[in-house]
């Protein structure tokens, strides 16, 4: 069972590469839409919101959990495997293959784009450095997630907010989308770059990543280290979980994911962790405690 771990909806994009790179494999995914979106969130929240979302996908009997959000991965990455890492349990991420491909893709000048806290991170700048001497040119496009969501990627205004955001990235020769979000946005991104710039979706890349992971390391998904002597041949689970409304998120998550959503549960913070709830409970007007 491999758990992805996201803010929101965006994840699905990862997801949707994950389940194509490994289709036999069992997902649980958890998206955590009543508190998104994290871009704007201070670090030790964050890391809160961080720490119960991958220990509730623990709880689901995932040894695996992929951070498939590019504002956690840049902020609590570390963080999480520190504290959670070991030889049963493991936590990646998808800055590393990202940074990766783009050092193989460019000629010299990356630029990226993704929520204020990745930029502000500078999380990616510092793993392109280990990796080459690659410029790195960064910019935060806090309007494009919600324009996602609001279901206008297709519009002029989606358009227009991408042709100005890139347009401030200067020379760049290769342009990573640093938000689970933007790939939705890929008409309006390559309408805006110019000829010979190369638009990098990170999520193929780390798919294939973890399927060259897993293979390596059959122990930790198999217990004893054992891989089965034959294979499965039918399609993995899914589960999907979400802290916000199911409903809703699983309306809008086939867009993302580009096919029906099973039925999604609903969790909830309680004491500290994030526990499945039989129903949400909407409070309307004022409240008092």
Not at 96 to 105: N, Y
Not at 162 to 186: K, N, S, W
Not at 195 to 219: K, S
Request: with cysteine; net charge negative.
């Amino acid at each position: 069972m491999i758990g992805v771990y996201d803010s929101g909806y965006g994840g699905l994009t990862v997801l949707r590469a994950l389940r194509a790179a490994l289709p036999t494999h069992d997902f649980v995914y958890l998206g955590d839409s009543g508190r998104a979106p994290y871009g704007g969130r201070d670090t030790d929240t964050i890391l809160d919101f961080a720490e119960q979302c991958v220990e509730r996908l623990f709880e689901e009997g995932c040894p695996v959990v992929v951070v498939a959000c590019h504002t956690v991965s840049c902020v609590a990455l570390r963080h999480l495997q520190r504290r959670y890492g070991g030889a049963h349990r493991r936590v990646l991420g998808v800055t590393i293959p990202a940074a990766e491909a783009a050092v193989a893709e460019s000629r010299g000048h990356i630029g990226v784009i993704g929520t204020t806290r990745t930029v502000s991170s500078g999380t990616f700048a510092a793993e392109v450095a280990k990796l080459g001497a690659h410029r790195v040119t960064q910019r935060a496009a806090p309007l494009l997630a919600p324009i996602v969501e609001e279901g206008w990627a297709d519009t002029e205004i989606a358009h227009l907010a991408v042709a100005r955001y890139v347009e401030e990235l200067g020379d760049i020769d290769t342009l990573v989308l640093g938000c689970t979000h933007y790939p939705l946005l890929r008409p309006a991104f390559l309408a805006a770059l110019p000829p010979g710039v190369a638009l990098l979706d990170p999520a193929p890349f780390v798919a294939a990543r973890l399927a060259d992971w897993l293979e390596r390391h059959p122990e930790v998904l198999e217990p004893g280290g054992s891989i089965p002597t034959i294979p499965r041949a039918s399609a993995g689970s899914l589960r999907i979980l979400c802290t916000g409304e199911p409903a809703n998120f699983r309306a809008h998550g086939e867009l993302f994911l580009g096919e029906p959503l099973p039925i999604v549960a609903h969790v909830a913070e309680e004491g500290g962790r994030l526990a499945h709830k039989d129903r949400v409970e909407v409070r309307l007007g004022q409240v008092v405690r």
